[in-house]
């Protein structure tokens, strides 16, 4: 073989291993789910609907999974629901969950018309009757948003009859709730029609869930209705941690110009309540600012952590920390990284970043499995079985990924699981010049755990929900047999 | 002689020159065929959206000094709705990148720039060399990307609308605005 022949021959075989590699890492329907210590335990279809917020609740003897989903796509706006055979926009699934492996499918509750962020039915919190201070010990209350226009009560005692209890409407947007289940009070992410930002925050007073009471607006100066000037990031969702703590931590930013905000829950509920720039100041303590690259999709408290490594230490050995997830927007890496966060707020004015999580790109060439790749959200129950030992991570592509937090100065990624993708599994698509270029890959964009130590995720690209559990040294980490 | 690295050579050449060509094709040009408008350096600091370009209009030309900041961003949550009303125009068109102290003059009016829908809007800005300066906001998108541009001038909030969209209209700008928009 001549030399030219030889350099040929060696460009081919570097050229096609490139591609090979390539299409090697892209997702084809019938191939296996791609795991470390997480196993499947079952799967619904969740009737190839987006997926948004799970929320899993023991209720009597059963267990249900609430799940909010987005508006429905280009190709399928409405999809039909098999159990009544009509089209229904995108709204609430409710799923007994009591068999893991079995779960069955009870009821679809439709949402607002629209398509993806425009319509559906995002958010789901749930409150046990007799849990709140006024409600009907009887009831169960499911607070859902219905797409940007409202905030709905319905009771679900019966959680394949939903009943409508009452709506807080006339909004430009919703988003990320809130629910103290034992005081009632709500932190609602809403676009009030005259604010100048499409989401802030509503308080309501939901103790009595058939009579709300409205508490506050609040937002961030600059924001508020008259203000002009620079109008600051919007809000994305808050997270508090009740009377006991007195706190509640505001996420604002989604992909970019992100910040914490540690606000007095008392003086938030009590203080003066007309939103003047001096009156949403007040309850504030402190802000901690992100990279401008970065968001802050959620703020997920974990006070009085133990630091191992400072336990002898004669001070600082227990840590308040936040662990703040940004969400990744743009398909395909055309953003920057998208990742967890973990601040120390023991200080509390005087936040600091310790460390951070993401994904490694080039375990599973990630950018160019198609979709977003980063993160979205963490799992938000603070049940014991997990709290301050384990954290869960949609990152969209690189589907749920289990954390050990217990040395929140040091993360560490032990598990992960990947779904399969389906023939239900909606495409994603770039422009390349006028051409839209697509790949079909799995969305993995909430993830919620029960009290059992089931995690269960969701996907934006109408994957369903995949149940599952840890294994092996995973299942050591959270103390679980 | 081999002739391989002579085809090398000349591949490497060619695609040099036809990068080139295509930059020269996207890119407005900072020469006469735009005429009084020069091309200066992005003046700000990084911040969460790459730079984008900034162009200045001589007294002679606009009336008064014109300083034109346009930029496309890439991932905007409002796709269905777009540039809905004046206050997403406060919001996005960066107008905080020269003051966060800014108010409007009036509401704004519907626009079109390189075919996508919008809004622009006049406001009086306050800047850090205490005087005050017209400046004026555009905002429009296509999906779920938007692209934004600011102007300022201390001559009327009209005069510096008027010369900003003027400019924004020119063919050249049109070309790299909708390139832009496609991330070339």
Sequence with gaps: MSGR???????????????????AQQQVIGAPPEALNMKLVGTNDLQARSGYQPTIHHQGDRWIAYIGHHGGSDDIPAPVNPQTGKAEPNGTSIVDVTDPSQPKYLRHLPGQEGKYESGGAQMVRICDGKALPKGDRNAVYMLRTFGGEAHEIWNVADPANPVLITRIAGLKDTHKNWWECDTGIAFLVSGAPDWRTRRMTQIYDLSDPAHPQKIRDFGLPGQEPGSTGAVPTELHGPISTGPSGNRVYFGYGTNKGGF????DREKLLNGPKEPTPDNLRLP???????????????TFPMPGMPIAEFARDKDGKNRDIVMIVDEAILNECNEPRQMVWFADVTVENRPMMISSYTVPEASGSFCERGGRFGSHSS????????????????????GVRALDIRDPYHPTEVGYFIPAITAATDKRCVKIGEQDRCKVAIQTNNVETDERGYVYIVDRANTGLHILELTGPARAVAGLR | MPRWPLIASAAVVLGALSGAAAYQHVAPRQDERNGEWQEIAWPFPRDGWPAGKAFRCGAAACGSEVEVYVRPKIGFCNCDRGVADDDEVDRVADLDLMSERFAPLAPGDVIRIADMPGRVRAYDLNMSDALRHSAVGVAVSRRCDLLVAVAHGRGEA??????????????????WAMAAMEGR
């Design chain 2, 158 to 175: 009209s005069e510096v609308r008027r010369a900003a969209l003027t400019f924004l209209a020119r063919s050249e700008m049109t070309r």
């Design chain 1, 260 to 263: 914490l905000q540690i606000v």
């Design chain 1, 284 to 298: 504030e303590i402190s802000r901690m600012p992100m990279s401008a690259m970065n968001g802050a999709h959620t």
């Design chain 1, 5 to 23: 022949l030889k350099l040929a021959a060696l460009f081919s075989i570097f050229f096609l291993a490139g591609s090979g590699i390539a299409c």
């Design chain 1, 379 to 398: 799992n938000e129950s603070m049940a014991p079985v997990f709290y301050k030992k384990m954290a869960f991570i949609a990152f969209f592509n690189a």
